[in-house]
């Protein structure tokens, strides 16, 4: 890593370094020039760094996932009893209703009408015309990782294909689950429960960038969870790291080991994994969710059992909802793109029944299986292909070159275990050759466990595809109730957010700031002239770097100064790169991804040259920013925005 020369780790306050010897030039390139003072990185002892927080009777964990959803609670008095949320009215044969779809719909005039199980139904026994004009969003979330440039306008699209605001669904959905808690905790209490009383948690994936943790955080500021004035109402949680809370604490007959394929016995049931989990143990979680998979390598540190993060989370869009888009591409080769497009936005209601028909079928595929898996087609599929083609959905079968999937006299399609299996193939190959590339990595050597959570986690053909390619190396363990894993883990995890004491930054983060021009070290189109002085423009100063180390509460300080006495407001380019090595903010793979904003209105000084000192920690789930004015030791609103609001 390139270390400017001002950078002395000088921790007791230090000589301050040359180049505050001139007044910051603007810079060439746009961004107002930064001259840093004299940056240090500290590491605070985190009781001293702890705000004095108000005290909450209960945590909220909400479980905002791509295919289902659900919210779980414990009151901070009794840590040790988690309570799921009450069934849900609605719900699938065989699939257990502990959580509801994610799943939402709005009335035509765009209010919100129902969410999970009550808007499926709901937009299910509409008439096909007026069901054209409601407007229902499922498998929404994965926009968030999706969309490069995620802004507060983003928008999405509903199966009617009308666009609505991601800001507004998200917003929406976080009010449904807040009011339905809300309302069995005063059920519980007898009496009206108060928010301010509540911790809320929302999850979201560990390989999520800043925007899309800032994005929920938004919009569960507008569903009315928290404020800006009082953020710490609301904790980000990082799904695999709330299931690794949860998996550390496992009784024996509380999972599943693969290897031996039973609850496994002759251990006293108290105990915990195998003979325990003990002081220095390695275990990898893979969060298998709908839409994404995020892979965690955490390392037990006794005797408090904090957890320690071994490499940067990893992972990408490898969901079960992977199995869906296939099922679909299947579908287009029998019946033609064409057909499929139109029918889904002419039959919407139809295509979501089609969809749940698959996925019964989905959850009962196996390495085993033989006999075929039948999936009713709704009577109005058959119909409008009809209409659309003048042939049978039967006469597509014959005409279609797909071997494995036949015609029923009952109005089903017939598929065989093998055409089944093909449409998890590339979705499981990904995360198979994901654990390979972990596995591979000299930071990941001697994992004692695997666990396999989430609800794709339950599938017997990915929990067949691990075991092989591990051969033994780890134990494979699955604990019983592996779609609420992540829930019950973020419970935890808001009763005691500082369990994860050091985590790895995902990327290098830094700011562009003016050097001394050293003839022969910096290029000579970054050089500058102000006032006869020679600077070198565009350099990174790196805050932190990617896969590096970080603990809780530890701070990187920089100190800024206005251009201008009179300047009121402060705006620093946040720049990123995955890579680690970063010498200049114009470097391939350097991008602009945040704005550091420090108000200094009313904080005028009589000091000739006003000092801003920020304060930045990278070791919680989301990046903060702390600023004071060191002559007069006010506090200086500081926030660190990667929305570009």
């Not at 006299?409 to 065989?416: A, K, P, V, Y």
């Not at 363990?477 to 009763?495: R, S």
Request: aromatic residues 10%.
């Amino acid at each position: 890593m390139l270390v400017p020369p001002w950078v002395q780790r000088c921790e007791g306050g230090g000589r301050q370094s040359d180049v505050m010897a001139a007044p910051s030039p603007a810079k060439s390139i746009g961004d107002p020039g930064i001259t840093p003072l004299s940056p240090t990185h500290t590491q605070k002892d985190a009781e001293q760094n702890e705000p004095a927080t108000h005290t909450f009777v209960v945590v909220v964990a909400i479980d905002f996932g791509t295919t289902s959803s659900g919210y779980a609670y414990a009151f901070t008095k009794e840590p040790e009893c988690i309570h799921t949320m009450r069934r849900w009215e609605g719900g699938d044969p065989g699939v257990s209703n502990q959580k509801t779809p994610t799943t939402i719909l709005l009335s035509p005039d765009r209010k919100f009408h129902s969410f999970g199980y009550a808007a499926r139904d709901f937009y299910h026994d509409l008439d096909p015309t007026e069901s054209k004009q409601w407007l229902y969003l499922e498998k929404f979330k994965m926009k968030l990782h999706t969309t490069a440039n995620l802004s507060i306008d983003t928008d999405l699209h509903a199966a009617n294909g009308k666009k609505v605001k991601a800001l507004d669904i998200f917003a929406y959905a976080l009010a449904f689950f807040k009011e339905q808690a809300l309302k069995e905790l005063s059920d519980q209490a007898g009496a009206e429960f108060d928010n301010a009383d509540v911790r809320w948690v929302i999850t979201v994936p560990a390989i999520w960038k800043m925007p899309a943790k800032q994005f929920m955080r938004e919009a569960a500021y507008k569903a009315g969870l928290a404020t800006r004035d009082n953020p710490d109402q609301l904790i980000i949680a990082l799904e695999p790291e709330a299931a690794s809370i949860y998996c550390r604490k496992l009784r024996l007959h509380q999972m599943v080991d693969l290897g031996e394929k039973t609850s496994i016995n002759g251990y006293s049931p108290t105990e915990n994994v195998g003979a325990g989990m003990t002081q220095g143990d390695r275990y990898v979680v893979v969060d298998c969710g709908g839409g994404t998979v995020d892979l965690t390598v955490h390392q037990i540190r006794m005797p408090e059992g904090h957890l320690k993060e071994l490499y940067k989370a990893s992972g990408g869009p490898y969901g079960s909802i992977g199995i869906d888009y296939e099922f679909e591409k299947l579908l287009c080769k029998i019946f033609g793109q064409d057909f499929i497009d139109q029918f889904k936005i002419k039959r919407p209601a139809a295509w979501v029944d089609l969809m749940i028909a698959f996925e019964s079928r989905k959850r009962a595929a196996a390495p085993d299986r033989t006999n075929p898996l039948n999936i009713n087609l709704p009577f109005s599929f058959i119909d409008y292909y009809k209409k659309f083609r003048g042939h049978s959905v039967e006469h597509a079968l014959r005409k279609s070159n797909v071997d494995f999937v036949k015609w029923s006299s009952q109005g089903m399609l017939r598929m065989s275990p093998d055409a089944m299996n093909a449409l998890f193939k590339p979705t499981i190959d990904h995360i198979i050759q994901h654990l390979h590339e972990l596995f591979g990595r000299p930071e990941v050597t001697d994992i004692k466990f695997l666990f396999l959570v989430g609800g794709f986690a339950e599938s017997p053909l990915l929990q067949k595809a691990v075991q092989d390619m591990l051969q033994g190396r780890s134990r494979v363990i699955i604990p019983h109730d592996v779609g609420l894993t992540i829930l019950k883990g973020a419970v935890l995890f808001g009763l005691d957010p500082s369990v994860i004491r050091v985590r790895r930054s995902p990327l290098t983060y830094g700011v562009g700031v003016l050097n001394r021009f050293v003839e022969g070290k910096h290029p000579p189109e970054k050089m500058l002239v102000k006032d006869g002085t020679r600077w070198c423009t565009d350099v990174f100063d790196t805050f932190i770097v990617a896969d590096q180390s970080v603990a809780l509460g530890e701070t990187v300080k920089r100190s800024y100064t206005p251009a201008r006495p009179s300047q009121q407001v402060i705006v620093i380019h946040v720049y990123c790169s995955e890579k680690e090595s970063v010498g200049f903010i114009s470097d391939a793979g350097v991008r602009k991804c945040g704005t550091l904003r420090l108000d200094v209105s009313g904080t005028e000084s009589p000091a000739a040259r006003r000092e801003i000192q920020t304060l930045m920690q990278f070791g919680d789930t989301e990046i903060r920013a702390m600023a004071v004015d060191v002559a007069t030791s006010r506090s200086v609103k500081a926030s660190i925005d990667f929305l570009g609001q």
